[in-house]
């Protein structure tokens, strides 16, 4: 049985501090480009109302020619606690952006320092800053330095598995002034293969006063757990594993809570669920929302009988009403039938 060690309980007890922030969860939705809209963000807080959460990545430079945020900016005044993460590896840039984020709404900047995508890595962004530290420490200076509230940085272990970095950049970003430090266990060579090194993470948190939170194969209640008693870690964020789940960041703030496991949605409260995204995608995006909506729905379309043939007929839809009409015609086959859910038929949660 599942249970919280002595230890952990303790740890957890108290607020989640990021600066003068303070979150009532250690459990956080990570920031995922096309995925992370408000729109997304709004389901998860439906079941971790305390959690934060992440806008997608906002590049900076591009921010600094238009005249108009971004809609992947946007936030509901309602939505906090709520931070926008910010990607470039210009320092005025950044700072700049920074900026017009906080009068956005942002109760923290985030700095991504891990993403791991060609494009964004060879223009200097994301993951590549774990080979420029000088230039990674002095964008949290001038951000630092542009606003007040909170700046955070998310980054990986190092480029390589011989060039694993993360304790030497972790400690010079505690020293530029980030408030807290995620830690996705992977290098950017393995991109999302391969197991996450969460040793890595905890050996961060042995040399850093600021709060660090462990990122990486964060697929359930369990495997939270497990991190977070392996590594010492003050929180967890979830990543992939919320894909077509937007229940996940809350079963395990839930646990962590409680100690008591919520019961596990069931593949027609799941399709209500991916009913809801859809329309709301609609409403808010219109036919762009229809287009994006395909790759959530088909990632909701699992761990029951005809889900196969649901998501290739999801991935393909025009119009909401289409969309809307196929769950609804796979509610009702399941609302009268008899079966049983197979182990092997649950969802998926892996990194892809």
Same mark, same amino acid.
């Given at each position: 049985? #599942?249970?919280?060690?002595?230890?952990?309980?303790?740890?957890?007890?108290?607020?989640?501090?990021?600066?003068?922030?303070?979150?009532?969860?250690?459990?956080?939705?990570?920031?995922?480009?096309?995925?992370?809209?408000?729109?997304?963000?709004?389901?998860? /807080?439906?079941?971790?109302?305390?959690?934060?959460?992440?806008?997608?990545?906002?590049?900076?430079?591009?921010?600094?020619?238009?005249?108009?945020?971004?809609?992947?900016?946007?936030?509901?005044?309602?939505? /906090?606690? &709520?931070?926008?993460? #910010?990607?470039?590896?210009?320092?005025?840039?950044?700072? =700049?952006?920074?900026? @017009?984020?906080?009068?956005?709404?942002?109760?923290?900047?985030?700095?991504?320092?891990?993403?791991?995508?060609?494009?964004?890595?060879?223009?200097?962004?994301?993951?590549?800053?774990?080979?420029?530290?000088?230039?990674? =420490?002095?964008?949290?200076?001038?951000?630092?330095?542009?606003?007040?509230?909170?700046?955070?940085? @998310?980054?990986?272990?190092?480029?390589?598995?011989?060039?694993?970095? &993360? #304790?030497?950049?972790?400690?010079?970003?505690?020293?530029?002034?980030?408030?807290?430090?995620?830690?996705?266990?992977?290098?950017?060579?393995?991109?999302?293969?391969?197991?996450? $090194?969460?040793?890595?993470?905890?050996?961060?948190?042995? *040399?850093?006063? &600021?709060?660090? *939170?462990?990122?990486?194969?964060?697929?359930?209640?369990?495997?939270?757990?497990?991190?977070?008693?392996?590594?010492?870690?003050?929180?967890?964020?979830?990543?992939?594993?919320?894909?077509?789940?937007?229940?996940?960041?809350?079963?395990?703030? $839930?646990?962590?809570?409680?100690?008591?496991?919520?019961?596990?949605?069931?593949?027609?409260?799941?399709?209500?669920?991916?009913?809801?995204?859809?329309?709301?995608?609609?409403?808010? @995006?219109?036919?762009?929302?229809?287009?994006?909506?395909? @790759? $959530?729905?088909?990632?909701?379309?699992?761990?029951?009988?005809?889900?196969? =043939?649901? /998501?290739?007929?999801?991935?393909?839809?025009?119009?909401?009403?289409?969309?809307?009409?196929?769950?609804?015609?796979?509610?009702?086959?399941?609302?009268?039938?008899?079966?049983?859910?197979?182990? =092997?038929?649950?969802?998926?949660?892996?990194?892809?």
């Amino acid at each position: 049985m #599942l249970a919280l060690s002595a230890e952990l309980q303790t740890r957890l007890a108290t607020p989640l501090k990021i600066g003068t922030v303070e979150v009532n969860s250690r459990v956080l939705q990570s920031p995922l480009s096309g995925v992370t809209d408000m729109v997304f963000r709004r389901l998860v /807080r439906r079941y971790a109302p305390e959690s934060m959460m992440y806008t997608e990545m906002v590049n900076a430079t591009g921010l600094h020619y238009v005249k108009e945020l971004p809609k992947i900016m946007e936030v509901d005044p309602k939505e /906090r606690p &709520i931070s926008i993460q #910010l990607f470039d590896c210009r320092p005025d840039f950044l700072a =700049e952006a920074a900026i @017009k984020a906080v009068a956005e709404g942002a109760d923290t900047i985030d700095i991504n320092m891990g993403c791991p995508v060609n494009k964004i890595t060879k223009n200097g962004g994301g993951s590549s800053l774990l080979r420029q530290p000088e230039v990674a =420490e002095a964008i949290v200076r001038s951000v630092v330095a542009a606003v007040d509230v909170p700046v955070t940085v @998310k980054t990986r272990i190092g480029w390589t598995e011989k060039e694993i970095t &993360i #304790l030497e950049f972790a400690k010079r970003m505690e020293d530029a002034g980030a408030q807290m430090i995620t830690v996705h266990g992977r290098t950017r060579a393995q991109g999302y293969n391969g197991a996450a $090194h969460w040793e890595w993470i905890g050996k961060v948190k042995e *040399i850093l006063s &600021i709060p660090v *939170i462990g990122n990486g194969d964060i697929f359930s209640v369990e495997a939270a757990v497990k991190c977070l008693e392996e590594t010492g870690a003050d929180g967890v964020m979830c990543s992939r594993g919320t894909l077509g789940y937007p229940f996940l960041v809350g079963e395990i703030d $839930h646990f962590l809570k409680t100690g008591a496991k919520r019961t596990a949605p069931t593949p027609i409260e799941r399709l209500e669920c991916a009913r809801d995204h859809l329309q709301a995608l609609w409403e808010y @995006k219109g036919d762009r929302g229809i287009r994006q909506s395909r @790759k $959530h729905m088909t990632w909701y379309a699992k761990g029951f009988p005809g889900a196969s =043939e649901l /998501r290739g007929q999801l991935a393909a839809i025009e119009t909401v009403e289409q969309g809307v009409e196929m769950i609804n015609r796979t509610i009702d086959r399941l609302l009268n039938c008899h079966w049983q859910e197979e182990e =092997e038929l649950l969802p998926q949660l892996v990194e892809v």
